[in-house]
């Protein structure tokens, strides 16, 4: 059973991995991690394939402001925090990669935190 779930889950985030190469004209993604303690992001670039700018819920300042990594306050401060360190790096313009989740919850916290913090997909 496990073993078909992660099939499934696999199969999902290939599937989205694909479309957004199609669609997204050479900028570089935005991706999310979500588990059940924390919630990741990174904005990668694809063509040099190195990762640009990173923000999680597990680091020290973030964890200190925080209840828990695993609610919408948290995936709000790393949306905010991830749009902060790609501007820094250059980077305005993204591809949002929810990865195999849906978009609810945590996932639209963050990414509507990227989007207030200047990142624009």
């Known amino acids: 059973m496990a073993d078909k779930k992660l099939a499934l889950t696999e199969r999902r985030r290939s599937r989205l991995r694909y479309q957004l190469k199609q669609k997204s004209g050479g900028r570089p993604r935005l991706s999310v991690f979500r588990s059940g303690k924390h919630i990741y992001a990174q904005v990668i670039d694809d063509k040099q394939g190195r990762t640009v700018a990173a923000a999680s819920s597990i680091e020290k300042p973030m ?3 925080l209840k828990t990594g695993a609610d ?11 749009a902060e360190r790609a501007l820094a790096a250059g980077v305005t313009e993204v591809v949002f990669d929810r990865g195999p989740y849906i978009y609810h919850g945590r996932v639209k916290a963050l990414a509507e935190a990227a989007r207030e913090g200047g990142l624009s997909f």
């Open 72 to 82: 919408k306050d948290a995936a709000t401060a790393v949306g905010k925090l991830v």
């Open 63 to 65: 964890r200190e402001g």
